[in-house]
């Protein structure tokens, strides 16, 4: 299977999870409180069962790969994990598991990486949770979230590394919680934001030293002798505990502007109180420049440092995302060896249910664990409750053109150039692309012919030459950086043999791995009359219907033989309950048939070419496919559509913008015209 564990940021509360681990020997000592949220970048892997190996692969940021092969022995692990070597943590989190459990090897490639590392987004507790995750799910162990998060850390305790209690909330995703540490008792909270949060992460390209940091602020634990060491156990204790109640509230009510102001609280009384305690590293004059600098703040709402502090990291909250690409481009402008992370903390509807089911947990993340119930009933209850987060994106783009015959002969269809508002010719398909992300989709699964695997990969994976890269202007040579990371996030799925959308679309099942996926046409382009994008529109419509989501447009009567069409019952505007989909009608059956009460005269509402779809699609196309089940000789999406709306319900959606097709001469040179016009 594939894994994904994000890294996470301390937003508050650094120092808190250790300091608050000391009341077990003295009570005295006020509870620890952090505000955790996970990052939007992280560690991927593909992980398998290995009889007696933990074989391990890796490829850092930089591009370099690495491997290693281990015994899983006991001895043999721990001599590893003791190391510090960077495969050190995944060795002594198997050692744990070797310990405590009858498991196995492991077999673990951990193919991208795009977490800064060192740089105070724990990615060694990342690395240590996925490797207890691949354990958990592996050898179905059933652990639950926290049982996860406390494998991780006993494995990172037999390293090196002084890692605190709080470093494995990594373990609980991208969502905001908040953690609090009595003695060896830790209790999280999630918590809900009604709005998006924009955060920039800056890597300040300075050094510190984080073990002597620590060294010199657990001198003041478990008691403090003096004044400097009596404030930093203050600080520690009720002052950031007051902070961090105050964030928690303010996170909750979508309250950018006061967690702003309490971002500069917390680093103002932490430099009073901690300063001294380890001046070398706590004063920062590399953190405090940026902090204070005078070019980003009208941009910021406030800004503190990250982690054990230092020359290490800062964090900045701005007003909204337009702030949040200012900010990055002072930064990396003015200090050429920061570099920057953009990291929105995303707002979530729960009203209809607070977790969501995580494969391989007993626990429902978010709801407590319930012992009087049997796991597979709790399992079961929450499978049946769709997951309205939508992560991955599916185009299919395995087709022949021959429709745009010769051209097609030699350039396939999707790489034809096409011309965007802001004047920049790219081929069709990253159009599409970008479209799914900027609905804040993570990953995106192309399909295409097998032979053409190369061509795709080429564009999104590899960098252009030296030369050429140096004949661009400056600013393609940054659009060039930019689609590297974008490649980053894109997969090439292949169709073996071309038997039609449907066949083409159950060719990612795998991929998406019984998740939520919005799937895109591979030969539209889309302009949104509205903020939000067209993709946007349609996840936000799926978080409020909680089933499939169908794209409609209002059509006219002589179009409408070229274009699936939807009927039903328009609920509010321009959302439609759907008791009927069609592909192709003529004219007669339309009007008969597919009238909808509230559009208007000979006027339908067809495919727009976009769709949110669950999982159980893919059951309906595979029995068509085994049973041979063909429309116009091949395998077909609508009548599985139709299949999906008779048995989970439907909803459609008239999207406030335009689909432009590319997939004939004549309309694509329509296109051409109307798109960067939109």
Known sequence: MKLFVPGRLCLFGEHSDWAGGYRS???AIEPGRTIIVGTDRGLYAEVNQHPAQLILRATLNDGTKISTVLPMERTAL????????FFSYAAGVAYQFLTYYCV????IDNYLTDLPIKKGLSSSAAICVLVARAFNRLYDLKMNLRGEMEMAYLGETVTPSRCGRMDQACAWGNRPIEMIFDGQQVDVRELQVPRDLFFVVVDLGASKNTQ??????????????????ANLQKYLGEINASIVKEVAAALQQGDAVKIGKLMAVAQREFDKYLIPACPSQLTAPVLHELLNYQPIQPYILGGKGVGSQGDGTAQFIVKDAECQQQIVEIIERDFPQMKCLKLTVRSRDDRQFEGKLDPGTTEVQGVPKQEDKDTQTVLQMMASEANFRVRKAVIPAAGFGTRMFPATKAVKKELFPIVDREDRAKPIILAIVEEALSAGIEEVGIIVQKS??????GFFKTPPSPEFFQKLSPQNQEYSRYLQDLGQRVTILTQSVQEGFGHAVFCAREWVNNEPFLLLLGDHVYSSEIANSCARQLLDIYSQYQQSVIGLAVTASDAIHHYGCAAGRLVENGILSVTQLYEKPDLEYARQHLRVAGIGEDLFLSFFGMYVLQPQIFDFLADNIARNFRERGEFQLTSCLDELRQSRGMTGYVVKGRCFDTGLPTVYRQTMIDFPQS
């Open 25 to 27: 020997l003295n009570p």
């Open 78 to 85: 721990l001599a590893e994990a003791k190391t510090g070597s």
């Open 104 to 107: 196995g090897g492991l077999e």
């Open 212 to 229: 002597e940091i620590l060294y010199s602020l657990n001198l003041a634990y478990p008691f403090a002798t003096g004044e400097v060491q």
């Open 452 to 457: 053409d695997r190369t061509f795709f990969e």
